[in-house]
């Protein structure tokens, strides 16, 4: 039984330095470009599709940062926009302008 499996070994030699490789290799030549050319595509395509995925990152995390300053902002403004904080800012300020004593009205045509 070894011997079988060094002749086969032995027979698998003798074949490549014959050429018999070099044979079947010209044989498949375009099934071999190929195979080739579609793990340059994917290897490519895959590489891609990395670079895609960290800018969809980087995107996202700016993304959650420009919410959380403009609802920061928002906060501010419904803040600094109350009837007592307006009355403080006038009185701060020296303005001349007092509270409305009666409610506004439409005018109709």
């Given at each position: ?14 074949r490549v330095l014959r050429g018999d490789m070099l044979k079947l290799f010209a044989k498949h030549i375009n099934m071999i ?77």
């Amino acid at each position: 039984m070894e011997n079988k499996k060094k002749t086969k070994w032995y027979a698998w030699i003798l074949r490549v330095l014959r050429g018999d490789m070099l044979k079947l290799f010209a044989k498949h030549i375009n099934m071999i470009i190929l195979v080739v050319g579609l793990l340059f595509f994917y290897i490519s395509n895959h590489y891609s599709c990395i670079i895609k995925l960290r800018e969809i990152d980087r995107l996202q995390l700016l993304l959650n940062e420009v919410k959380s300053e403009a609802l920061n902002t928002s906060v501010q403004l419904t803040g600094n926009t109350r009837p007592s904080q307006v009355e403080d800012l006038v009185k701060r300020l020296g303005l001349d302008i007092e509270k409305a004593k009666t409610p506004p009205y439409k005018l109709h045509k």
